[in-house]
T-cell receptor
Framework: DAKTTQPNSMESNEEEPVHLPCNHS???????IHWYRQLPSQGPEYVIH???SNVNNRMASLAIAEDRKSSTLILHRATLRDAAVYYC??????????????FGKGTKLSVIP | EAGVAQSPRYKIIEKRQSVAFWCNPI?????LYWYQQILGQGPKLLIQ????????DSQLPKDRFSAERLKGVDSTLKIQPAKLEDSAVYLC?????????????FGQGTRLTVV
């Protein structure tokens, strides 16, 4: 299984952009990179996912390196509600045509008012 | 659309007792996951179902944990007997077709405390 490396914690000022890095140097060529976040006392929630090219949605942008060994989640304007643990997760095949998400420790993002 | 429902939200039991958790996934989702999240750690996958069949249960402690998904819809996770180290949040998630190119939706979890 692909392993990921993320900083344990990061801080950002409110309304400033945040770049959350992730290294996944052992990822296979067909595994999508998923990002989830977990607010306090909540279950994880989906943020974004991608394979090779950069992706944007209403929550964030995902920049994937050309060699796919790293990616960066970009929150364009951090709000207090974005304070959470962010997980970078390579999707892995689990059998029977299905896939699973293997969580690491994630990055705890603090947003300063 | 309704989300993933889990019950109960909280449970306190004594060690060696048994406990069961229930999960109702999003309608039409074929894949169901149970995760265990110990305080300060990321969620750990316990078992994955595709419809009513088990895809992966390699990290399920089968001497005390069991799970079933009858009729490919609702699922229950049971612990018997519980140990102190089972204190954790148990999360259920579902996905349309196993996160192949889709997202997983998580419930709010059941917080289990074993005393």
């Amino acid at each position: 299984d692909a392993k990921t490396t993320q900083p344990n914690s990061m801080e950002s000022n409110e309304e400033e952009p945040v770049h959350l890095p992730c290294n996944h140097s052992t990822i296979s060529g067909t595994d999508y990179i998923h990002w989830y976040r977990q607010l306090p006392s909540q279950g994880p929630e989906y943020v974004i996912h991608g394979l090779t090219s950069n992706v944007n949605n209403r929550m964030a942008s995902l920049a994937i390196a050309e060699d796919r060994k790293s990616s960066t989640l970009i929150l364009h304007r951090a709000t207090l509600r974005d304070a959470a643990v962010y997980y970078c997760i390579p999707r892995t095949y689990s059998g029977a045509g299905s896939y699973q998400l293997t969580f690491g420790k994630g990055t705890k993002l603090s947003v300063i008012p | 659309e309704a989300g993933v429902a889990q019950s109960p939200r909280y449970k306190i039991i004594e060690k060696r007792q048994s406990v069961a958790f229930w999960c109702n996934p999003i309608s039409g989702h074929a894949t169901l996951y149970w995760y265990q999240q110990i305080l300060g750690q990321g969620p750990k996958l316990l078992i994955q179902f595709q419809n009513n069949g088990v895809v992966d249960d390699s990290q399920l402690p089968k001497d005390r944990f069991s799970a079933e998904r009858l009729k490919g819809v609702d699922s229950t996770l049971k612990i018997q007997p519980a140990k102190l180290e089972d204190s954790a949040v148990y999360l259920c998630a579902s996905s349309l077709r196993g996160v192949q190119n889709t997202e997983a939706f998580f419930g709010q979890g059941t917080r289990l405390t074993v005393v």
